[in-house]
């Protein structure tokens, strides 16, 4: 991530601070937090590393009467009627319930689960590559991977 965030004689100093955030369904590490800071640190010295770089585990399970708790609700909402927060009960109305949300739920849908396959098929061919010692065509022809797709894996290798 941080190439993209430099341009050429940028110094590092010049990074943003990244923040990584994981909303996991369950209690993480099972200490009832709303939210666990995870910093990295240079383990031989014990400071704190300070490369702009953070981590948040979001409890799930979190249902307190604050924001991140009320959040935390309205995610696990399946309904929109049950939702505490009007906006996001508007939009998972609309994603759900309007024809044209619908189409805009399943095209999205859509291109995570193609993006999903293509990622297995690159790895599949990285695998054959690896361990058979194949070519990316030879790997591909195995895996009756039709000519006009061959191309596109051939560029993302």
């Avoid at 979001?58 to 307190?64: A, H, I, L, M, S």
Wanted: charged share 30%.
């Amino acid at each position: 991530m941080d190439i993209e965030n430099l341009d050429a004689g940028q110094e590092f100093e010049e990074l943003p601070d990244t923040y990584t955030i994981f909303i996991t369904e369950k209690d993480f590490y099972g200490k009832g937090e709303p939210i666990y800071v995870v910093e990295r640190i240079n383990l031989t010295t014990g400071q704190n590393f300070e490369d702009g770089e953070h981590i948040l585990y979001v409890n799930g399970e979190y249902r307190e009467e604050s924001e991140l708790g009320k959040l935390m609700h309205d995610f696990n909402c399946t309904e929109a009627d049950d939702m505490i927060f009007g906006l996001m009960a508007e939009r998972t109305r609309y994603l759900k319930e309007n024809p044209e949300g619908v189409n805009e739920m399943c095209k999205a849908m859509e291109d995570m689960r193609n993006e999903a396959v293509e990622r297995n098929m690159l790895q599949t061919i990285r695998n054959l590559m690896d361990s058979m010692k194949w070519s990316a065509e030879q790997a591909m022809t195995a895996m009756k991977i039709p000519e006009a797709d061959k191309l596109k894996y051939t560029a993302k290798l």
